[in-house]
């Protein structure tokens, strides 16, 4: 069965989702997007939380998709990682929240997430994609035992429905101009090929405000 390209734009979050929303605009109402969606507000309440979640439910109209991509997006700096984990923070400047991460811990940050995602009153989320796409197979299994539909790593997607298919993330996020050009490229090229031959990789298309 041929499985459509997929998009997803990363990092939505209080504090941007007016520019996002511009941006999506801009790319055109025919594609559909999954939205990695930032749950932490902080102290942004009041009126700034109403507007997000008035939006959060417009994009879901929209026929958009609402993934939760992580509780902050910042590590923790105080809870204990593995090697792995601690490279993994400063290869993305601590943005990968849940890498490292023993089984309990994730559980709590996974369920502070969940409970963040509550007070936005945007329904329940289509998936879990973790910050810096940072995970773990525990995480994974958390993940589904919390009956989430999708779940995605750098290079699988995974749905209750149709099992997991390994993708291609063609994603720029803090590359050097010369190498966002060569990846634009890569895109569009290997999208053609897609076209044709749907038997390989599922394309990811992934752009970051």
């Not at 796409?133 to 589904?144: E, I, T």
């Not at 090929?193 to 405000?209: E, G």
Request: aromatic letters at 14%.
């Amino acid at each position: 069965m041929h499985c459509s390209p997929v998009y997803e734009f990363h990092d939505v979050n209080v504090r941007n989702f007016l520019q996002i929303a511009a941006e999506l605009r801009n790319f055109g109402g025919e594609i559909k997007w999954n939205l990695m969606v930032i749950p932490f507000f902080g102290e942004l309440e009041g009126e700034a939380l109403e507007l997000f979640s008035k939006q959060l439910l417009e994009w879901k109209k929209e026929g958009h998709s609402l993934y939760l991509h992580g509780y902050r997006h910042k590590a923790d700096l105080s809870l204990k990682r593995s090697l792995f984990g601690r490279l993994a923070l400063r290869l993305t400047n601590s943005e990968a929240e849940f890498a490292g991460l023993s089984r309990g811990d994730a559980e709590t940050l996974l369920k502070e997430a969940l409970h963040a995602w509550q007070k936005l009153n945007a329904g329940p989320v289509k998936g879990f994609v973790a910050p810096a796409w940072y995970g773990s197979s525990s995480l994974f299994s958390l993940c589904k035992e919390l009956d989430f539909e999708n779940y995605s790593s750098r290079f699988v997607i995974w749905s209750k429905s149709g099992g997991s298919r390994f993708s291609i993330p063609f994603s720029t996020a803090g590359l050097p101009k010369f190498a966002i050009t060569f990846v634009n490229i890569c895109e569009k090229i290997y999208l053609k090929i897609y076209s044709v031959f749907s038997f390989l990789p599922v394309p990811r298309v992934v752009k970051h405000p």
